[in-house]
């Protein structure tokens, strides 16, 4: 017996972006790779072996990572158009159509990096989770670029306290920024979901994992 469903009626969406197929996502660690330039001297191929990588926006120009989130019209429009074939998974309340991407229920964010966050929270998991250029002060590698006006993000207050909620959110994911300019909110630490390094100790932690 055949049921139809309510052309009217809007289908949930799943808990997860993933399925089984996907397991080999659920990493520890996972990476996520802002795209703020306290990043841009760091080779991201290093990363390969070590687990997931998660990368934002217009980091798919210049690197391939294993799942690419975005969020804006205008980065959603140049996926359209760039074809992008890669894993991708935008907000569930996007109305442009990136054909490879897998959409998620919408949460409290305003970049790329924090939908992010609350994915690897909510669905992966980890245990660790390690950022690159998830920077909380001005500049961005793709300053001047399509889609990216000089005067990218300002409202630093305002994406910090996106971060900080993130962290305060459900999931027990410790998040280590690796940067030598740690500017992200000091309650950010007292929440125990978050730790700062810089890169020379970041590379001596991938040794160890290696």
């Given amino acids: ?47 390969r072996p070590y687990g997931t990588i998660i990368g934002c926006n217009a980091l798919y ?15 959603l429009n140049e996926l359209k158009d760039a074809r992008y074939e890669g894993r991708c998974i935008i907000p569930n309340n996007r109305s442009v159509k990136v054909p490879p991407a897998t959409k998620w229920k919408t949460e409290r964010f305003n970049t790329s990096g924090c939908f992010a966050m609350h994915l690897i929270s909510r669905v992966m998991k ?15 590698v793709y300053d001047g670029t399509k889609n990216y006006a000089p005067n990218t993000l300002q ?9 900080l909620q993130a962290l305060q959110g459900p999931g027990e994911t410790v998040y280590v920024n690796v940067n030598d300019q740690d500017s992200w909110p000091h309650e950010a630490h007292k929440t125990g979901k978050y730790k700062s390094i810089t890169y020379a100790d970041f590379k001596k932690v991938l040794d160890i994992l290696g």
């Fill in 1 to 47: 017996m055949n049921v139809r469903r309510d052309p009217g009626k809007p289908v949930p969406l799943p808990a997860s972006p993933f399925g089984p197929e996907d397991k080999n996502y659920l990493t520890d660690p996972v990476f996520l790779i802002g795209n703020g330039k306290s990043r841009k001297n760091f080779d991201l191929e290093y990363l």
């Fill in 126 to 140: 980890p245990k660790l989770c390690f950022m690159l250029g998830m920077d909380n002060y001005p500049g961005n």
């Fill in 155 to 163: 409202n630093f207050t305002g994406v910090g306290n996106y971060y």
């Fill in 61 to 75: 120009r210049d690197f391939s990572p294993d799942i690419l989130v975005a969020i804006d019209a205008k980065l």
